[in-house]
């Protein structure tokens, strides 16, 4: 492979954007992801109970996406900044844009549509609102949905797999 032509392209695509797909290089540190996207903050033992994990598999899950850039760990003072039971975990910024373009990618808006559009199979629609674009995008049916603040904004929904 001709490594000068490798990183023509490869220069076309922010480091940023590299480095943050590769943080998501594992289905358990995905499905973390989307519990976050779904319940805007989660302490570590909601999350460890959750997907029924040992302590460090999740603490290992957690630091590299905390170290990604992809979430925050918070804490109500600094003091409780190390104490997991203490602390919980949300999307930072660069986490909920990634969800907003990953989804505008998949399924982009369509040119002069409502904020919610349909697709041509009404009973499997879903309306997804994503954080930053209050504009819902809408996957298969009936709209439902609900929204509340992160950061302000429409908390995002994540679409679920059709006949689930």
């Not at 392209?9 to 480095?19: D, F, G, H, S, T």
């Not at 590299?64 to 760990?73: P, W």
């Not at 995008?137 to 950061?151: D, P, T």
Request: aromatic share 8%; no cysteine.
């Amino acid at each position: 492979m001709d490594q000068e032509v490798v990183d023509t392209y490869l220069n076309k695509i922010p480091v940023q954007a590299r480095e943050l797909v590769q943080n998501l290089d594992a289905n358990e540190k995905w499905a973390v992801y989307a519990a976050l996207l779904q319940n805007e903050r989660m302490s570590f033992s909601e999350l460890r109970d959750l997907f029924d994990m040992n302590p460090s598999q999740i603490d290992r899950i957690l630091k590299s996406l905390v170290a990604g850039g992809i979430v925050y760990k918070r804490a109500k003072s600094l003091k409780d900044a190390d104490d997991n039971a203490r602390s919980y975990y949300e999307l930072s910024m660069l986490g909920q844009n990634f969800y907003n373009a990953m989804f505008d990618l998949v399924i982009p808006p369509k040119r002069n549509a409502p904020p919610a559009y349909s697709t041509s199979s009404p009973e499997h629609r879903q309306v997804v609102t994503s954080p930053m674009n209050p504009a819902s995008h809408v996957l298969g049916g009936s709209q439902h949905g609900r929204s509340s603040a992160i950061r302000g904004a429409a908390k995002p929904r994540l679409p679920t797999a059709v006949g689930a």
